[in-house]
Antibody
Framework: EVQLVESGGGLVQPGASLKLSCVASGFTFSDYWMSWVRQTPGKTMEWIGDIKYDGSYTNYAPSLKNRFTISRDNAKSTLYLQMSNVRSEDTATYYC?????????WGQGVMVTVSS | DIQMTQSPASLSASLEEIVTITCQASQDIGNWLSWYQQKPGKSPQLLIYGATSLADGVPSRFSGSRSGTQYSLKISRLQVEDIGIYYCLQAYSAPLTFGSGTKLEIK
């Protein structure tokens, strides 16, 4: 059974940095592209970016490229999202997803609230 | 960026009714279109990929179709467990873009 478990969210102040993790199990993590997606409190879905199975290539939403970095550790079956200089508009639930046919499997999500 | 215009924003239908949700792409995206269902309080789940292919475990009452740059999700006989928010997603080119969502309720 595919499982994706995100962690690292919480309440952060504007301008701070935060690193989210997603631990994968139930499939061969190193064989799959992985993606991060976020959903705002108003239920708008936004694709953040993805990373190739070997970590050699990444894509990002242009509006986030300068502040967000996706990485992975295949030995630990873990996906990461490094967020820097966070803003109030980054308040959302963040999901990691296994990417194959589409966004095939989703984690349970982790909430990030940016507020002073 | 490719824009995905999804309609309607909300929909109330009766049990056993046929329901159709559409997404219009701002340019050709081929069959790089998938549909997702998000039940209340849950994570989204893949329903349809490649515009028309049913994901594993998805009931056959769900189907996807394409006409040019317009894509449709049809639920042939609405069930209680189908309530939630539905999203389309284009994966033809980065950045991937979602439709704005359709909230489906039972009348």
């Amino acid at each position: 059974e595919v499982q994706l478990v995100e962690s690292g969210g919480g309440l952060v102040q504007p301008g701070a940095s935060l690193k989210l993790s997603c631990v994968a199990s139930g499939f061969t993590f190193s064989d799959y592209w992985m993606s991060w997606v976020r959903q705002t409190p108003g239920k708008t879905m936004e694709w953040i970016g993805d990373i190739k199975y070997d970590g050699s290539y990444t894509n990002y939403a242009p509006s986030l490229k300068n502040r967000f970095t996706i990485s992975r550790d295949n030995a630990k079956s873990t996906l990461y999202l490094q967020m820097s200089n966070v803003r109030s508009e980054d308040t959302a639930t963040y999901y990691c997803t296994e990417t194959y046919y589409g966004l095939d499997y989703w984690g349970q999500g982790v909430m990030v609230t940016v507020s002073s | 960026d490719i824009q995905m215009t999804q309609s309607p924003a909300s929909l109330s239908a009766s049990l056993e009714e046929i329901v159709t949700i559409t997404c219009q792409a701002s340019q050709d995206i081929g069959n790089w279109l998938s549909w997702y269902q998000q039940k209340p309080g849950k994570s989204p789940q893949l329903l349809i990929y490649g515009a028309t292919s049913l994901a594993d475990g998805v009931p056959s009452r769900f189907s996807g179709s394409r006409s040019g740059t317009q894509y449709s999700l049809k639920i042939s006989r609405l069930q209680v467990e189908d309530i939630g928010i539905y999203y389309c997603l284009q994966a033809y080119s980065a950045p991937l873009t979602f439709g704005s969502g359709t909230k489906l309720e039972i009348k």
